[in-house]
């Protein structure tokens, strides 16, 4: 297996974030050969450094989190998954509230789908 890179979006306590545009932190992993998968980096973004406002942008430079194979976060719009998936890195939604339980469960390829992205203000502006 070669390595990978997997963001999951998480909230202040630690749980995942309910909403992949407007997350701030991001856990990202490495899984590879190993067993388990390990904490490489944590990203904090600024309000303005979100997905959700970094795509809105569309100034056409890469976001940190375009540089990572897989992204996991709660809930997340069409447009981000779509944007994100241009620049090669897949977002998975999921009800895992526990990031790595979240990424043990997309290795073994169980990980349970997020519920639908409803939220009335990204989606009118394209998220």
Excluded: F
Excluded at 28 to 42: D, F, K, M, P, R
Excluded at 51 to 60: C, M, S
Excluded at 90 to 95: A, E, M, P
């Amino acid at each position: 297996m070669n390595e990978i890179l997997i963001a999951v979006a998480v909230e202040k306590d630690g749980s995942i974030a309910p909403h992949a545009g407007r997350a701030s932190r991001w856990l990202v992993y490495v899984a590879g050969n190993e067993a388990e998968a390990s904490l490489a980096w944590t990203l904090d973004l600024t309000d303005i450094g979100s997905l959700h406002e970094w795509h809105v942008r569309g100034d056409g430079n890469r976001h940190p989190l375009h540089y990572v194979d897989v992204a996991i976060a709660g809930s997340a719009g069409e447009g981000v998954k779509r944007n994100l998936l241009e620049r090669n890195t897949k977002l998975h939604t999921t009800i895992e509230t526990a990031p790595l339980k979240a990424v043990a469960a997309y290795l073994a390829g169980e990980l349970v789908d997020g519920l639908p992205h409803e939220e009335q203000h990204c989606l009118k502006s394209g998220e």
